[in-house]
């Protein structure tokens, strides 16, 4: 006969069953709105409900709580080179000649600025030490605007294809999952077509008669993010478990433990699941 | 972005040093913490202040790199086994369990929806996240005598439910509190 599961292992079970149908799981402005108290009461409790399934949401929620409003640290804080760092990795250096220094401030830190010698008419230098070489205005001939007419047009063209593009994206906080560890000791990780979470396919030792494995995905806290016990056949090579896109969160290790019907657990599988915009 | 990140670099700094972080640390997470919001900014809905969305942002960057922290610890500290054979499974574990166990199921979920929903939370929390009493009233928002008081009542309600379809019922109630 097969372990009577106890009441702790059941409540467990059940509450990630019923935590799949309790529909789209908050973001952080949505707890950030709990904390606030900025959301109606029946909002307010469907996200309330969510913290009572979610163990990372409610460790979240509880991190939010510990110090919502704390002053700055004792040490020297330099914004203005942090801002620099940070703005270079938020955009790509603008071009010196199609991005007017006022639309885009954030773009052209002083670190990714053009040198002094490039011609640069379009954006003048505010150091007064610097001095832009300037390149005389000349009659160019009606050919070459005409192919800097058809340029723009392409570049237009290309512009409008990319943004068609972002628009067919699924929308979401993010479009991508990827995974790393990607296969181990019988365990493989596929992220399917469609993006809509991960597979892990568990090879099955050859076997005469019908059976069942259990299969848990845990975080890095040992928290259960999803269970499942998989029935299988007779000689079955192996068995799929699902995790949800919106299961998973970003740049976090997760562990995949999984035991044979009456064996010892197998060595732990863990990967790291990342998030892409 | 930039007027929000002035306004709260300083505060997301101090932030991750409350949480014992080095300064390096500190300047690491508070850049991903800003790029997250940067890629978030544009649905913003406005639902929040803005700094208590920033810093759940934090927390969530704070939790992650503490997982991240804790599985490359628990990497190292493991020693790998030989590979092994699986073992045979056990011959007697019959299609019969299933219905057992799905109907056992069934009765506890049964148990649970008959408490009022705010009780469920808090057995939710106590059994299934092995919360305290002080973040169960913080997550469920009531007092923390509130707390034990609807714990307590959840306990006899399950027992009598319960008790025959789980012999180590008791053991697991405990943790609901007296």
Known sequence: MARNATFAEDLARLTERERAGLGKRPDPEALAALHDGALPEEEAERIREWLSVDPELAATYLELQRSPEPAAPAFDVDADAAWRELSARLDPPAKPDSTPASESPAAAPPAAAPPAAVPTAAVPSTDPTEYATVTPFTRRPVVRAALALAALALVALGLGWWQAQQDALPTGSYTRVAVTGEAYRGLTVTVPAGDVGIELAIELAASDSDGELDVMLVDANGRTIRAQTIAFAANQEGVVFRVAKADLMDGAAYELRYTPADGPDDAPFVFQVELVD | ?178
């Open chain 2, 1 to 178: 972005m930039e007027e929000l990140f002035r306004e709260l670099y300083g505060p997301v700094l101090g932030f991750f040093s409350q949480r014992g972080c080095s300064q390096e640390e500190c300047r690491d997470l508070a850049q991903e913490t800003f790029l997250r919001a940067h890629r978030a900014f544009d649905s913003f809905r406005g639902e929040a202040k803005r700094s208590t969305w920033l810093f759940t942002i934090a927390a969530n960057v704070w939790l992650n790199q503490r997982r991240a922290k804790d599985t490359a610890k628990r990497s190292a500290d493991e020693v790998p086994l030989p590979e092994v054979e699986h073992a045979p499974r056990d011959p007697e574990v019959h299609p019969l369990d299933d219905a057992i166990r799905e109907e056992k199921l069934e009765l506890l979920q049964a148990a649970i929806a008959d408490l009022p929903p705010k009780m469920q939370r808090c057995v939710r929390l106590r059994v299934y996240q092995d919360m305290k009493y002080r973040e169960i009233a913080e997550l469920v928002g009531i007092s923390i005598e509130t707390a034990k008081s609807q714990l307590s009542l959840a306990r006899k309600r399950l027992r009598s439910a319960l008790a025959e379809h789980y012999p180590d019922l008791d053991a697991d109630l405990k943790r609901l509190g007296d």
